[in-house]
């Protein structure tokens, strides 16, 4: 008698990004693409940003990552992450992944300041 094969949790669906979240996405890349190695790959909709062959951050271009209004990075050492930092999300617990929730484009700054160190981290 064959088992039923249990089937795997599906991924929450990736939201569209609105046009003011890919401006500020583009505006974040073309800050990144001035780092030293840094290259840009398209990917499931996004711009993977790349330090050599390590992927860092990744940036919506027609997806976003959790909720349309961010950005995702991969912080391998998240103790630099403060506890009162609201607009900084964990993909899951103990995941490398978090994303920046961006509610204004006063907020592109910050998102910049934590995709620079996941760069550095990034080694």
Known sequence: MRKPSARPKARA????APEEMRQWAELIEAEALQWRGVAARPMFGMTALFRGQRIFAALP???????????AFKLPRKSDVPEDEMRIIPDRPGAKWLT???????????AITWIRRAYDQAR
């Open 100 to 110: 920046f929730e961006l509610a204004s484009g006063r907020d592109i700054a910050g």
């Open 13 to 16: 669906p990736m939201p569209r």
């Open 61 to 71: 271009r027609t997806r976003a990552i959790g909720s349309p209004h961010s950005v």
